[in-house]
């Protein structure tokens, strides 16, 4: 499993091997190991579509154990002030053993309250069907809807982002303040809760160099 970010979409223009900045969206992407075959049907798709809706976008993806692990790397992401958007992927299933809808309820409301308390929007594609059977035709028939739910969270987290920018914490179109704000949370130990506030600082900082 691969603990660290990688970039997956697009590739920007590099100098002397860095990459550039493009100050277009960024987003990260965690999935659950635990039936990779058919979550990354939706990692793929999600990245695709994304990348057709914001060319210029950033997507980076981390890998977790299982669906368990999500709610907390997504809340450590968030707090970074790294990513305008999380999206988190997993497959929760029926093992004939234990009950799967505790798991699944759990990482939901995870997700719920890391997107109150921090402010970033958190988009899942944590799916439980019902009903899940290792055979060929299940697993077509998952293989496919988690390529059309992966392709509908791009599409709601881009129809997000396209309303969120402008209105973000009131200071899009001051980028003198938003550094100054920001800085002066960080220096006050509360940068962790305005993770939106350090987006648009490091965006707004770049567009004042």
């Not at 059309?148 to 920018?165: F, P």
């Not at 899009?172 to 962790?192: D, I, L, Y």
Request: glycine residues 6%.
């Amino acid at each position: 499993m691969n603990q660290s970010p990688i970039s997956l979409l697009p590739q920007l223009a590099c100098r002397d091997g860095a990459v550039l900045s493009d100050q277009g969206p960024r987003v990260a992407m965690v999935a659950a190991a635990w039936h990779a075959d058919i979550v990354q049907r939706a990692t793929t798709a999600f990245a695709q579509r994304f990348a057709q809706l914001q060319p210029l976008s950033q997507i980076q993806s981390m890998e977790v154990p299982g669906v368990f692990e999500i709610p907390l790397q997504a809340k450590l992401l968030a707090q970074s002030g790294e990513y305008d958007a999380i999206v988190a992927f997993g497959f929760v299933v029926d093992g004939g053993i234990y009950r799967h809808d505790f798991v699944s309820a759990a990482v939901i409301d995870g997700l719920m309250r890391v997107q109150l308390d921090t402010s970033v929007p958190i988009f899942s594609v944590v799916l439980t069907p019902h009903h899940f059977h290792a055979n060929e035709a299940h697993q077509q028939f998952f293989e496919a809807h988690f390529i059309q739910k992966g392709e509908e969270a791009a599409n709601a987290c881009g129809s997000i982002l396209q309303t969120w920018e402008p209105a973000a914490v009131g200071l899009a179109s001051k980028p003198q303040v938003a550094v100054a704000s920001a800085q002066n949370t960080a220096a006050e130990g509360h940068a962790s809760t305005d993770a939106p506030l350090a987006v648009w600082a490091r965006r707004s900082q770049h567009a004042v160099e």
